[in-house]
Structures are given as C-alpha cells and as structure tokens.
C-alpha cells in the first residue's frame, strides 16, 4: 500500500505565501516524478508544478517565478513553496507521485487533496 499525505493548506491573503509538503510512504521501492496540480469547482485538474527523480522542474506559466518545487528523496517527500499568492490562486492543490513498488514500475498516485484559499 502507498498512501501520499499532504499537509500545509490554508488561508492567506494575496500577495502572501504558503507552503505545501506531500510525502509518500509504502512500499515504494523509488520514486520516478513527483509533482503538484490543482482543481477549482466546475474546472478540469491542471498541472502546477513537476519534478523528477533527477531533479528537472517544470512549472506552469501562470506560476513560474512565484512557485518553486523542491524534493527531499530520502524523505520520499515533494514540497511546493508558493509566494505572492493571487485570489486565482484558490483552489484544492493535489500532490501526485509517479512510482515504483517490487512488484510493479510507474504506479501514479494522488493524495487528497489540500484547500488553499487566497483572499483578495
């Protein structure tokens, strides 16, 4: 079982920051990409920020300068530090993980999913 726990949602007025963690337990025996998406009511999952396991980035344009994604992979753990946050910004941010277990290669996982509001 592989389980992705995120944490660091909240609320925060525009022009402020957050940061979100996501770690991932289980038996992973390594993790190929870990990465942050978002989702607002009505409106499809898009793509925040990406990263892999040999540490390439890839970023939205709607975020890039203002987000930064980072891994700790001794942690087996994704971060997303968000700074000059825009009411636009609001959505539930979902940590997702490209992996591999024993068994099987390139598993995708999501966690639950985290609010963040941003007051305008």
């Known amino acids: 079982q592989v389980q992705l726990v995120e944490s660091g949602g909240g609320l925060v007025q525009a022009g402020g920051s957050l940061r979100l963690s996501c770690a991932a337990s289980g038996s992973i025996k390594s993790i190929n990409a870990m990465g942050w998406y978002r989702q607002t009511p009505g409106k499809q999952r898009e793509l925040v920020a990406t990263t892999t396991s040999g540490g390439s980035t890839n970023y939205a344009d709607s975020v890039k300068g203002r987000f930064t994604i980072s891994r700790d992979n001794a942690k087996n753990t994704v971060y997303l530090q968000m700074n000059s946050l825009k009411p636009e910004d609001t959505a539930v941010y979902y940590c997702?993980?490209?992996?591999?277990?024993?068994?099987?290669?390139?598993?995708?996982?999501w966690g639950q999913g985290t609010q963040v509001t941003v007051s305008s």
């Open positions: 997702n993980a490209d992996l591999s277990t024993r068994y099987y290669f390139h598993l995708n996982y």
